[in-house]
């Protein structure tokens, strides 16, 4: 599964749009991109994922560049409850299914 | 049931004892898996459950662990003679068949364990 690059930690004001970054420039044609996020003492929670289209659900929108190497979380007006981290996974739905959590974004989300 | 349950949620223990957590996934979910979270860390996998298909084990750091699924339903994760180095949070999840396009993970509370 391709490995993912993300920022360490980001801040947002609150009410305003978080766009959290992931780069996954050796990503292949069949590989998912899936975005998780760990509020503290949780276990992660599942947000989105795409392929190669935009995605949209009611948590967040998920942006991924026409070539693929990279997308964007957008949380469109974050509130104190989003401060999490943040985790950008590829994986390919008919490969290992072990997901490959990496160290994620840090997100605080500030008053 | 409505989410992952796992118990106990805390557990402290003593250095070379044993312990078992337990992880009841989603009703229907075939596949359950096993994490560990070191503080500060990322996610690290422990071990997989897909229907009667023989668990992969390959993330299990030592002998000492090890976990069955009974039913295909609940599962135990077992430390044997625990050591420090072993206190983290241990995460269960569950999902539909893998393969399934779109069925992201639905993760437990998690268990905490001390080692002392």
């Known amino acids: 599964d391709a490995k993912t690059t993300q920022p360490t930690s980001m801040d947002c004001a609150e009410g305003r749009a978080a766009n959290l970054p992931c780069n996954h420039s050796?990503?292949?044609?069949?590989?998912?991109v899936y975005w998780y996020r760990q509020i503290h003492s949780q276990g992660p929670q599942y947000i989105i994922h795409?392929?190669?289209n935009n995605e949209t659900n009611e948590m967040a929108s998920l942006i991924i560049t026409e070539d693929r190497k990279s997308s964007t979380l957008i949380l469109p007006h974050a509130t104190l409850r989003d401060t999490a981290v943040y985790y950008c996974i590829v994986k390919d739905v008919s490969g290992t299914y072990k997901y490959i959590f990496g160290t994620g974004t840090r997100l605080k989300v500030l008053a | 049931g409505a989410g992952v349950s796992q118990s106990p949620s805390n557990k402290v223990t003593e250095k070379g004892k044993d312990v078992e957590l337990r992880c009841d996934p989603i009703s229907g979910h075939t596949a359950l898996y096993w994490y560990r979270q070191s503080l500060g860390q990322g996610l690290e996998f422990l071990i997989y459950?897909?229907?009667?298909?023989?668990?992969?084990k390959s993330g299990l750091p030592s002998d000492r662990f090890s976990a069955e699924r009974t039913g295909g339903s609940v599962s135990t994760l077992t430390i044997q003679r625990t050591q420090q180095e072993d206190s983290a949070v241990y995460l269960c999840a569950s999902s539909l068949a893998y393969g399934i396009i779109g069925h992201g993970y639905t993760f437990g509370s998690g268990t905490r364990l001390t080692v002392v």
């Open positions: 795409g392929l190669k």
């Open positions: 459950f897909q229907g009667n298909s023989a668990p992969d």
């Open positions: 050796t990503i292949s044609g069949n590989e998912y």
